[in-house]
């Protein structure tokens, strides 16, 4: 049959039908009608029969989903529920071990899964329903693709048989995440799901971490079942096309090692990576035996402990100064799990002009996409500088002493701009830099300091002082706003037993505020702190250095933070001079549960150093307009 | 694949920048500029053949078309097919770019789960083929033109019809491109290509080589 386009909206040939579901009489159409039922809930499906007692009911799809979340060893999930989906809430009631969440919005849900992922190590786990549901979980879900966070998005959606026609509430959310996730997976079937969940979570945790996002059929979740869980074995067995390479090649190891063995002015790059790998331990330990030092990305924070006297700083678009001189000077760059992101090369052609370049990445396609290396190495970062150390040549302190002087000088000089210890910025207002010390120095730097994104973001990265890996969180790659509360939310349930704090700008606090609420019902202890300049001050910055002053868009108005809060039912205190500071700190971590700190900053306080885009690292501004930024 | 238009070190504004203030002996002038670093790519563009080992399961191609489209890769031809093996297919895509790009390429399809085994077949000894059908206009007075190249070009006619003739020509891609290229001044009245297909010569297996 040809159809135009025209042609197609002809009516269909007239038959002795009794129903209108176009093919009636056949197998198909009579499953679609069976659906079309059940999703308006008139009977005729295969919901257990629930009993008094719930011990007698028959295991479906929706428990084989709690038991999979169970036998990963996660204990939380964050979610909201809806039409398709509400098998999965039916039996929810009998896994009083899993802890749900129910969050106001499906990407606090996600972010919250990530958050608690990057601080736990294990998979975090969100889920809505299909349609709105399920678009409004993307979001989190390309923030944990972009900065590899292992997580597991679960969508119900609308029974098998009415896939394809519209049906309320369907989108093609697999069409939608394909791009955004390490791999998707529709299940029509419930006996396929222990397979497939299992899969899903080796998938998202193993080699580079990643999202993977799993879309169930209702009917799926309502099916009856008695398949089996799969061991960890029959997993990896069953996926031949997945096999990440965790050990560097030799070859190329004795190469890396002749590369230190000729460098005079060594820099080690510390990325992702090294979080995601554990190698911490590794890490120092070479940087130790080679005698360099490490700079770190966004993502890199908490590598190395920053008191470590080879901990050089935090590089990049608004890294320090004296950071990327370093690599801008250095002979030898060893890239341990990063990018070489844009905002931390800046122009390519100019990065790094005299260092030959060692890249060793889990992810074969990292090695080379940006810059061009002269040694990859593709691994795990803790094996590979586990294999390192014992074939370097161990540098003594002497033969870097003048290298090393040179950048404590260097350190020196840049740290003592951009600084303001007295906590007032020009007018007297409060500067932001300070807050952020101030918050790091009176958690003795053992929290967690979840960022958002912005100027918030940079000054939480460069001046709370990290000592532990995995206390720093933040949106990197994706540079998602409204990521910071919800994401504590998440790592405030890993229980890993720190206190969590959310360092958010007012614009990104007003993306997301309506976990405040989550916080307040289910006593989630976060301490938020909102940084409020009354500005999108990442964009005016941008506007007043790049766009000439044109402040189009940069003003933001805000409620009064204080009645917000109290709205909610959440203890809140206002700071605008310094010398509430403290006090304000100490009033948020002495509340049992989640508490907020308006923090009044200065309103024009920029950023700096800062790399303009499409300039190189030797091209920061450090001021601009007044010398005390 | 297109040219990354930042290749050129014309092109690119920031090849012109000044040298990095702190060159390694610092204080010592004497060292150079250095040049600007080389990004990878912006070699020579040419032909790539890649076949993909790729488990039988629906949503393959699609996957396959995306990351392509996403990653900036532009395919020329794509043939898809069932291979002899249970759960296995085999996928042969063509795509312009230089050496560097095309090896991104592969790096970005392994990152697929789904496949199994991709190799760059370009510049190896292989076989090659493409399928042609083409529904040319012919008139009483050409028709034994036509014909008679079809029959030089080693093509078959497949259906003859008053005002047209489609004729079916298979070969390596520049064999069927010279084909149509010849019976282009007749009139075209319907093009189907298939893509290229490849095999390499000899012994070895791409099946065989995929571990399962
Ligand atoms: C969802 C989203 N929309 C837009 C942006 C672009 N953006 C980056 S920073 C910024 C301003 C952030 O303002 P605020 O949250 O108040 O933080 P501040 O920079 O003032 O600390 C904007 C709009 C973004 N990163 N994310
Ligand atoms: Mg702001």
Redesign the pocket.
């Known amino acids: 049959m040809t159809l135009t386009k025209g042609d197609a909206a002809r009516p269909p040939g007239r038959g002795g039908r009794r129903s209108h579901v176009p093919g009636a009489g056949t197998e198909h159409a009579a499953a679609v009608e069976k659906a079309q039922r059940e999703m308006l809930h008139e009977g005729g499906s295969t919901v257990a029969v629930r009993t008094a007692a719930h011990g007698s009911r028959q295991r479906i799809g929706a428990d084989v989903v709690c038991e999979a979340i169970l036998r990963q060893g996660v204990d939380v999930f964050f979610s909201y529920p809806g039409g398709v989906i509400l098998p999965l809430y039916d039996v929810l009631g009998d896994y009083p071990e899993l802890r749900h969440v129910l969050v106001r919005h499906e990407q606090g849900g996600a972010h919250a899964a990530d958050g608690y992922a990057r601080v736990t190590g294990r998979v975090g786990v969100c889920m809505g329903t299909s349609g709105p549901g399920a678009t409004n979980l993307v979001?989190g879900i390309g923030t944990a693709m972009l900065d590899s966070v292992p997580v597991v998005a679960i969508t119900g959606n609308v029974p098998s048989a009415l896939i394809g026609k519209d049906a309320f509430q369907e989108i093609d959310i697999n069409g939608i995440t394909l791009p955004m996730t390490k791999h998707n997976y529709l299940v029509r079937d419930a006996d396929e799901l222990p397979r497939v969940l299992a899969e899903a979570f080796h998938i998202a945790r193993s080699g580079r971490p990643g999202p993977v996002h799993v879309d169930i059929t209702k009917d799926a979740l309502q099916q009856e079942t008695h398949a089996q869980h799969p061991t960890e074995d029959d997993v990896a067995a069953g996926l031949p096309g997945f096999r990440p390479t965790m050990g560097g090649n030799h070859r190329q190891l004795k190469l890396a090692a002749a590369e230190v063995a000729r460098a005079e002015r060594p820099v080690i790059l510390a990325g992702h990576g090294v979080l995601h790998a554990g190698a911490e331990d590794e890490l120092r330990a070479f940087a130790e035996k080679i005698g360099a030092p490490i700079a770190w990305t966004l993502l890199g924070v908490g590598a190395i402990d920053e008191r470590h006297p080879l901990a050089y700083g935090f590089m990049g678009m608004h890294g320090w100064k004296h950071v990327n001189r370093a690599i801008q000077s250095a002979d030898l760059l060893l890239a341990i799990g990063m990018r070489f992101d844009d905002r931390v090369t800046g122009n390519v052609r100019t990065y790094a002009p005299y260092a030959r370049i060692v890249h060793v990445d889990i992810d074969p396609a990292e090695i080379g996409k940006n810059v061009a290396v002269e040694v990859p190495i593709v691994g795990d970062a803790k094996r590979v500088l586990a294999a390192l150390l014992p074939m370097v040549d161990a540098v003594p302190a002497e033969g870097r002493a003048a290298y090393l002087e040179q950048l404590a000088d260097w350190r020196r000089e840049s740290e003592a701009t951009s600084w303001h210890g007295s906590g007032a910025w020009r007018d007297g207002t409060l500067s932001?830099d300070y807050v952020v010390q101030k918050i790091g120095e009176l958690t003795d730097h053992e929290a967690i300091y979840v960022g958002?994104?912005?100027?918030?973001?940079?000054?939480l990265a460069r001046y709370a002082g990290f000592r532990h890996p995995n206390t720093h969180v933040s949106?990197g790659g994706?540079?998602?706003?409204?990521f910071s509360v919800p994401a504590a939310m998440g790592a405030a349930l890993g229980g890993t037993g720190r206190e969590v704090w959310a360092i958010?700008?007012?614009?990104?606090?007003?993306?997301t505020l309506q976990e405040l609420m989550t916080l307040v019902q289910d006593r989630i202890p976060v301490k938020i702190a909102l940084?409020?300049?009354k500005?999108?001050?990442?964009?005016?910055?941008w506007q007043e250095i790049i766009y000439a002053g044109n402040f189009h868009s940069a003003h933001?108005l805000g409620p009064d933070y204080l009645k917000l809060a109290e709205a909610f039912g959440m203890p809140a205190v206002k700071a605008t001079r310094p010398d509430e500071v403290d006090d304000a700190i100490r009033f948020a971590q002495g509340v049992d549960g989640p508490a907020l700190v308006w923090f009044e900053i200065a309103g024009e306080q920029n950023v700096f150093p800062m790399m303009p885009a499409g300039k190189g690292l030797s091209d920061l501004i450090e001021h601009w307009d007044g010398p005390d930024e | 694949m297109s040219a990354e238009p930042t290749a050129s070190p014309d092109a690119d504004p920031g090849a012109q920048d000044a040298p990095a203030p702190d060159a390694p002996g610092q204080g010592a002038p004497a060292h150079a500029v250095p040049p600007p670093r080389a990004l990878p790519g912006g070699g020579d563009q040419r032909l790539h053949r890649l076949v993909a080992i790729v488990v039988d399961k629906p949503g393959v191609l699609n996957r396959v078309a995306s990351l392509m489209r996403a990653r900036n890769f532009n395919i020329d031809s794509l043939a898809v097919s069932r291979t002899d093996r249970e759960g296995l297919s085999r996928m042969t895509i063509s795509l312009h770019g230089d050496d560097v790009a095309v090896e991104q390429a592969i790096k970005q399809l392994y990152r697929l789960i789904d496949i199994l085994k991709v190799q760059d077949v370009t510049g190896e000894a292989t076989v090659e083929h493409e399928l042609a059908i083409v529904k040319v206009r012919v008139t009483d007075s050409n028709r034994a033109e036509v014909l008679k190249l079809v029959e030089l070009t080693r093509g078959r006619v497949l259906d003859v019809a008053p005002d047209a003739l489609i004729a079916e020509i298979s070969g390596t891609e520049a064999e069927v491109d010279n084909f149509v290229a010849c019976v282009r001044d007749f009139g075209i009245r319907e093009l189907v290509r298939t893509g290229a297909v490849v095999m390499t010569r000899g012994g070895a297996s791409i099946e065989e080589a995929v571990k399962r």
Request: proline share 0%.
């Open positions: 979001t932001a958002d994104v912005g100027q918030n973001q940079m000054w949106s994706l540079g998602t706003m409204g958010t700008g007012d614009g990104g606090f007003q993306m940084f409020d300049n500005k999108l001050g990442m964009i005016r910055q933001l």
